[in-house]
């Protein structure tokens, strides 16, 4: 039996243990952290090798395979698919969205143009809002409609007005809120009902809120967008654009 006086000795030394456990590298902060933490820390970790407490620019085009046989062990082959650097943003966006996987482009347009091509084809048919980003607008009417897909504008800050606008063939309900550049909101619940009724997907593009304001994937939205270069970037010096979306299936499809 430990007397008085070694039991005291002991117990810094417990602490001491206790706290070096929980503040573990890359382990010392557990469960679900508020928004303004995960805004500087999801998706960062100390870099394996080295140590780095913040996560390198992998600026490698390709990356060496072990075999063929092991190809793609370590989820890296071409920077364009896959670069580890791109993958801790990518992590970092679907965290604060709230989404299952997210998808990192060079451009927001980018972003708007690969979450209508992984929803639609030839014959198919969307309801978007008539108030959103020029480009946004110019692409549907200018780049998809010649491929034979169709589109119909309506004032969406009247859901009502949306569900009068389906058709058979709406695969893609195409929202924003607030909108670019009127600022209208819309109702991303009600909206998420009328597509999830009809089969569709719903998208909505979230650029002016960011997920400090809104989240649409909470509200029944299968995916959003967010132009990177606007408020996630903040100093005017990149561009950049990312899909996020609710569920795997449909990150994976964006991905691809």
């Known amino acids: 039996m430990l007397s008085r006086s ?3 000795l002991a117990r810094p030394a417990a602490a001491v243990a206790r706290r070096a456990a929980g ?9 679900p ?3 303004e933490t995960d805004l500087v820390h999801a998706a960062v970790e100390p870099e394996q090798k080295s140590g780095a407490i913040l996560t390198p620019l992998f ?5 060496v395979q072990d075999s063929v046989d092991l190809y793609l062990a370590k989820g890296y082959s071409y920077s364009r698919t896959n670069n580890p650097t791109v993958t801790a943003l990518e992590k970092k966006l679907a965290t604060l969205e709230n989404g299952a996987g997210a998808c990192a482009f060079g451009t ?3 972003a708007t143009t690969s979450a209508i091509s992984a929803t639609m084809k030839t014959g198919d048919h969307c309801v978007i809002t008539d108030c959103s980003y020029g480009g946004t607008n110019r ?6 409609t010649p491929l034979g897909m169709e589109f119909t504008f309506t004032d969406f800050r009247d859901p009502e007005n949306i569900r009068k606008a389906m058709k058979p063939n709406t695969k893609l309900i195409f929202s924003e809120t607030p909108a670019n550049p ?3 909101l819309c109702d991303i619940e009600e909206i998420s009902k009328i ?8 998208v909505v593009d979230a650029t002016f809120a960011t997920p400090v304001i809104c989240r649409p994937l909470d509200h029944g939205a299968d995916m959003v967008i967010q132009s990177l270069t606007k408020y996630y970037e903040g100093h005017n010096m990149m561009t950049g654009g990312a899909v996020i979306s609710k569920d795997q299936e449909l990150a994976d499809k964006v991905k691809w």
Not at 59 to 63: A, D, M, Q
Not at 139 to 144: A, I, L, M, N, P
């Open 182 to 184: 009127l600022l209208s």
């Open 195 to 202: 597509a999830k009724s009809a089969g569709a997907k719903h």
């Open 6 to 8: 070694q039991r005291l």
């Open 59 to 63: 600026l490698s085009t390709t990356f």
């Open 139 to 144: 692409s549907c009417r200018e780049f998809f």
């Open 108 to 110: 927001g347009m980018a």
């Open 33 to 35: 952290m508020a928004l």
């Open 23 to 31: 503040t573990k590298s890359g382990t010392w902060m557990q469960g």
